[in-house]
């Protein structure tokens, strides 16, 4: 019980970035938009709504542990191909910092989608 107790604490760290993220796209499509179209992005509306809702709901689902394995990989892989569109500039030690973050994030989001949710989670329950 320790562990899960552990995991649980994991999984609610990892999660409470995306869920604000997302919330905080979600909720200024417009400015998230504009932001998106300085990178270059295809169709950075229609983009700005799919990202806010990966984030938001793949949080919620690893915070929650529900369909954890499957959240986990989509946010590893959300997390680094954000790092690789958004966080090239290392010339820049901000976007360096932020690059590596991001790699340190997918990593934890593999460890989750390899082990599970542990014993506090929507997935235990279900069996």
């Given at each position: 019980m320790p562990n899960s107790v552990i995991v649980l604490i994991?999984?609610?760290l990892l999660s409470i970035m995306f869920i604000l993220a997302g919330f905080g796209k979600l909720t200024n499509i417009a400015g998230t938009a504009g932001y998106f179209a300085s990178y270059n992005l295809p169709m950075p509306t229609a983009t700005a709504v799919i990202i806010g809702l990966v984030e938001l709901v793949g949080g919620l689902a690893i915070l929650i542990g529900f369909q954890?394995?499957?959240a986990a990989w989509v946010l590893a892989i959300f997390s680094v191909a954000a790092a690789l569109v958004a966080h090239m500039n290392w010339a820049d030690v901000m976007q360096l910092i932020n690059f590596q973050k991001n790699l340190a994030i997918a990593g934890g989001f593999l460890v989750?989608?390899?082990f599970g949710p542990g014993a506090y989670s929507v997935d235990a329950r279900r069996g």
């Amino acid at each position: 019980m320790p562990n899960s107790v552990i995991v649980l604490i994991g999984r609610i760290l990892l999660s409470i970035m995306f869920i604000l993220a997302g919330f905080g796209k979600l909720t200024n499509i417009a400015g998230t938009a504009g932001y998106f179209a300085s990178y270059n992005l295809p169709m950075p509306t229609a983009t700005a709504v799919i990202i806010g809702l990966v984030e938001l709901v793949g949080g919620l689902a690893i915070l929650i542990g529900f369909q954890t394995r499957i959240a986990a990989w989509v946010l590893a892989i959300f997390s680094v191909a954000a790092a690789l569109v958004a966080h090239m500039n290392w010339a820049d030690v901000m976007q360096l910092i932020n690059f590596q973050k991001n790699l340190a994030i997918a990593g934890g989001f593999l460890v989750l989608a390899s082990f599970g949710p542990g014993a506090y989670s929507v997935d235990a329950r279900r069996g």
